[in-house]
């Protein structure tokens, strides 16, 4: 069974940086999106970041022009490079990725700390 594995978490003071990757365990075919999501205590999931197959990416208005979001399609990877953090960037995050048959893997979480 497939996996995703994610690393990279730790805890930084605001303004440091901290590079999160993902990757399969295994080969996953047909894969549309890669994202990264965040979920702080007390609150819901929420989506930080994506990409497409196609290049395209997004992000949460809270951390445009901090983060990068960026994918190597021949390992199955995602990275997100976060710069510039914050103490509210603080929570455990999560990588997805979606395929074009809606199959969907989660990564078992990293946690990132900042402290102010």
């Known amino acids: 069974q497939v996996q995703l594995v994610e690393s990279g978490g730790g805890l930084v003071q605001a303004g440091g940086s901290l590079r999160l990757s993902c990757a399969a365990s295994?080969?996953?075919?047909?894969?549309?999106?890669m994202a990264w999501y965040r979920q702080a205590p007390g609150k819901q999931r929420e989506l930080v970041a994506v990409?497409?197959?196609?290049?395209?990416?997004d992000y949460t208005d809270s951390v445009k022009g901090r983060f990068t979001i960026s994918r190597d399609n021949a390992k199955n990877a995602v990275y997100l490079q976060m710069n510039s953090l914050k103490p509210e960037d603080t929570g455990v995050y999560y990588c997805k990725t979606a395929t074009y048959g809606a199959l969907v893997y989660w990564g078992q979480g990293t946690q990132v700390t900042v402290s102010s």
């Open positions: 990409a497409t197959t196609g290049g395209n990416t």
């Open positions: 295994g080969r996953i075919v047909n894969i549309n999106t």
